[in-house]
């Protein structure tokens, strides 16, 4: 009798199993995967301008004159330098609006002054604390869009993380302008730099995305943040093998990024060994970016 109940149990369980097996994975079933796995990595959620930002996009804002005109509302002054026609200046306007509403307003609360510049001899891109100057003329959007949020790195360095002259000066200065010891970017520069100009001794090439990081502490963070930006995955694979990049990472992720991470729209392959010189010549997916 024991053995026929047991038997008829079995059975029971078989079909439970068998029915189960059949049944669609729903939402409330799919198994919930954070962090990094030891076997494998998982991929980070990649946020859509919305989530990245935290704040609403105007859906209304859709032509470029409309981008142009918030462009010129959310910062102090906009200046047009050089020959340029009314098109050329309404297409720069709106690409840079664009690029500005990828990131948190926190991000760039600091930009203030905007200086567009037609002159196809100017100088690409210059970021300080609360200005950037851009070239608008002979240069891709794709590159465009990729030197501004260069720039833009300068200005959540030097605008947002500053420190007061409430306390100390540390061993880094911006030319003749110290750096104080609250300034949230010293856990940065410290990793790589003595001083804004001199590497630690035990550096190398290799613990920077590019080449042209290795200028300066403040081009590493320009460099390093548009990186993260538009290359995460393969930031994520330099990190893997060298722990300098690897504190980098996660100071961008945590510091600036607010913990989001993003995958590569970074189409060229990249040696795991070698660095190329700028990033802002690296080519991208422009329309994944922007999601158009």
């Not at 548009?226 to 694979?237: C, E, I, M, P, V």
Request: net charge negative; aromatic share 10%; glycine share 6%.
């Amino acid at each position: 009798m024991r053995f026929k109940l047991l038997g008829s149990f079995g059975f029971l369980l078989m079909i439970v199993l068998f029915n189960s097996a059949l049944m669609p994975v729903t939402e409330a079933t799919k198994p919930v995967i954070e962090g990094k796995s030891v076997a494998t990595e998982s991929r980070p959620q990649v946020k859509n301008r919305q989530a990245i930002s935290g704040e609403k996009v105007d859906s209304s804002i859709k032509t470029e004159s409309e981008m142009a005109q918030a462009l010129d509302q959310m910062l102090t002054e906009v200046t047009i330098k050089g020959e340029s026609g009314e098109e050329e200046v309404l297409h720069c306007k709106a690409l840079l609006y664009r690029t500005l509403q990828l990131f948190p307003e926190k991000n760039r609360q600091a930009l203030k002054y905007l200086v567009l510049n037609f002159d196809s001899t100017a100088r690409r891109g210059l970021g300080s604390g609360s200005r950037i100057k851009l070239r608008c003329a002979d240069m891709s959007d794709q590159e465009l869009v990729a030197v501004t949020i260069h720039e833009l790195g300068h200005v959540y360095d030097l605008g947002i993380l500053k420190g007061s002259k409430k306390t100390e000066e540390s061993e880094f200065r911006d030319e003749k302008t110290p750096i104080y010891e609250d300034d949230l970017s010293l856990d940065f520069y410290r990793i790589s730099w003595e001083t804004e100009k001199k590497t630690k001794e035990d550096s190398s090439y290799l613990d920077f995305v590019s080449t042209y990081a290795e200028t300066d502490a403040f081009e590493d963070f320009a460099e390093t943040m548009l990186f993260y930006r538009l290359n995460g995955t393969q930031f994520r694979k330099f990190a893997s093998v060298n722990d300098y990049l690897q504190r980098k990472y996660d100071f961008m992720k945590n510091k600036v990024f607010a913990g989001v991470e993003f995958e590569s729209l970074v189409t060229e392959k990249m040696s795991i060994a070698r660095r190329d010189y700028d990033s802002t010549v690296m080519e991208y997916d422009l329309s994944k970016l922007l999601g158009s």
